[in-house]
Nanobody
């Protein structure tokens, strides 16, 4: 069992930055691929970024490539999402997810092993 708790959301002006954190419980954190998804009001949850178990491989949605950076610290059981040059369209609830297979995470949000409850990011224009 893995529990995920996100933090770091808030209100920021367009062009600003935020860093999201996702703290995981359990001793098997390093065996999971980790990812970030987001869901804006009235829209379907969408993939943002993912990182493999070791941190060697990272993946991004085209909409955030070059602006967001995912990283993980397996010693701290934490995954991060550094978000720069934020835009109003980045406004959403951001969810952290864990899965045993990176391929599953890259295929979408359905069927992933574990989810956090989300943290709200609001970008004002």
């Amino acid at each position: 069992q893995v529990q995920l708790v996100e933090s770091g959301g808030g209100l920021v002006q367009a062009g600003g930055s935020l860093r999201l954190s996702c703290a995981a419980s359990g001793r098997t954190f390093s065996s999971y691929a980790m990812g970030w998804f987001r869901q804006a009001p009235g829209k379907e949850r969408e993939f943002v970024s993912a990182i493999n178990f070791s941190g060697a491989d990272t993946y991004y949605a085209d909409s955030v490539k070059g602006r967001f950076t995912i990283s993980r610290d397996n010693a701290k059981n934490t995954v991060y999402l550094q978000m720069n040059s934020l835009k109003p369209e980045d406004t959403a609830v951001y969810y952290c997810a864990a899965d045993g297979k990176i391929a599953t995470m890259l295929s979408g949000y359905r069927g992933l092993d574990y989810w956090g409850k989300g943290t709200l990011v609001t970008v004002s224009s």
